[in-house]
């Protein structure tokens, strides 16, 4: 059964924030009456973590999806354009003043910036106290380097975001802070340590780090060669080692459970995670863009809200899942669709009352009215109806066809006691790390190394844990990049992996309509600066190639 987490919050955090204005004051001489208990310790660290929700329920998920191989955003008519803000993500067009790209830097720095201002309030000679906090701020830096290149380096309260660090100097401070706090971290996992910041969180943040060394270290993002050797898988491999040895997780449970609104703090697999309730803790709404956006009933219980139902999987990403016998594969929902009951599928099918001209908005004026039962079916397919008026806005028709278009994934499926109340908000806890990919990445580090054989049963431990068929033969990366596509489908990624493997620019359903120029730019590695950090920082350089 599922355990809300909730983050301690109280009137000393709520005092912190709004009254450290002054950046050139001493903090601690604000406030010296805080107890160094766990107790306050907590309270006051709380909102660090809780910053978590907005990149992982919508701004980093967003980023890391639409702009790898895994999902497009279409429109439906008018409805969900929005300026082209999703259309710029799907199409590799997106340019300063998209809003979703600024929200991450925002969410981002937000994050560093609490956790500078709590480690100041602990104070920062007390790294037993503030290891935690540390590894957070690493985490925030990490995904704000990896996702933004050369970025603000702020060790601390009061430092200005006046100057942008090289990524590869953030990248060798990444890796010294948590080396430098890891084993001040606790080892234990329970409850209590759930979402919270421990050695092993330490560890999988190390192994991402490791893993893309090349990328953050390669001069220029355009010529990062994935062919280049990286000298850093070793400490990779011995920090996937560290969890593994660790005997604490692994892949038990059923696949699709993992990921429900009542996953929580028995799935052995989650080393780190961001937890989410639909009233307590909100910002998780990942059904909202993938559910059918007429289909507010099929769940078996009414959806209270309407859904966006923009995002659609790509079809060759949906062909990856092609192993016999691979339970990964109910995440993916399409084909003829049934109505499902406390949680499955049944033999029900989902049949709408409707007329042709609200299944086809281009049928003959004739056929318009004629009433028919029409199945839903979600066919693994995108394109772009009636192209020359529709391709500009990627509008797939606003009729029952153009929503119906592509596969969708419900691996985090809806959470059936959101109310309307909730905003469309989920229980589902998102997984930052998982034992998986800790297998998963020490298998690709093997294979760069040249010892391919020794992977083998890595990947085979994945593929048996879901029931899939196993390797007969040694992987090659590319085995261990589609393996990382099934596991690790609607988690936030694949950008990264794409990146690393030298493919994030390749050709998609629909971006292979545009001009190779357009879409296939390597300089697209890292997003541009948004438009506001550059008008507050008006010495800065935009990232090249925008």
Known sequence: ?????????????????????????????????????????????????????????????MTSTITSDQTSAV?????????????????????????????????????????????????????????SLRAMRAL?????????????????????????TPRAEVALFIESELNEVRDFLPETVSESSYGKATCWMVDALLTK????????????????????TNNKLSDCISSCDNVIASGLFDLSGNYPDKFASTNGPSVK????????????????????????????????????????G???????????????????????????????????????????????????????????????????????????RNAESNASTLNVGNDLLGKAMGYRCIKFGMDPLTTKDDGRSQSNDVPVFRFADILLTKAEALVRQGKAS??????????????????????????????????FIDEVWRRNDLIRFGKFEEPTEFRQLYSAEATAQKTRRVFCLPSSVLSTNPSWQQNAGY
């Open 1 to 61: 059964m599922k355990k809300n987490i909730i983050y301690a919050s109280g009137t000393l955090c709520v005092a912190l924030f709004c009254a450290c204005t002054d950046l050139d004051t001493d903090i601690k001489s604000q406030y010296t009456s805080l107890p160094l208990t766990n107790e306050s310790i907590e309270a006051v660290s709380g909102s660090v973590y809780t910053s978590l929700r907005s990149p992982f329920g919508g701004s980093l998920w």
């Open 75 to 131: 429109s439906m008519g008018k409805d969900y354009f929005d300026g082209g803000r999703y259309m710029q993500l799907t199409l590799h067009t997106w340019n300063a003043e998209n809003p979703i790209i600024g929200g991450l830097w925002d969410d981002l720095m937000n994050g560093i910036i609490k956790a500078n201002t709590v480690i100041a309030q602990i104070g920062e000679e007390n790294i037993d106290k503030t290891a």
């Open 140 to 164: 925030y830096l990490f995904l704000l380097m990896d996702n933004f290149g050369d970025v603000p380096l702020l060790k601390k309260f009061g430092d200005e975001a006046n100057a942008r």
């Open 209 to 228: 780090l490791y893993i893309n060394w090349n990328v953050y270290h390669a001069a220029d993002v355009a010529t990062y060669d994935p062919e280049s």
């Open 269 to 308: 697999d989650f080393i780190f995670v961001v937890p989410f309730d639909h009233a307590l803790q909100r910002g998780m709404t990942y059904m909202r863009w993938w559910n059918f956006r007429n289909g507010g009933d099929m769940w078996g219980y009414a959806i209270p809200q309407s859904v966006a």
């Open 310 to 384: 923009t995002f659609r999987l790509n079809p060759a990403y949906v062909n990856l899942f092609n192993l016999a016998g691979d339970i990964r594969s109910e995440v993916l929902y399409g084909d003829k669709i049934v109505y499902y009951s406390n949680g499955k599928p049944t033999d029900r099918p989902y049949v709408i009352s409707t007329t042709k001209g609200a299944i086809d908005e281009y049928c003959s004026a004739e056929e318009a009215e004629e009433k028919v039962e029409w199945q839903l079916e979600l066919p693994n397919e995108l394109y772009i």
């Open 454 to 487: 020794d992977a083998k049963d890595l990947v085979n431990q994945i593929r048996s844990a879901v029931g899939a068929t196993e390797l007969s033969s040694d992987p090659t990366l590319q085995d261990i990049l589609d393996e990382r596509a099934r596991e």
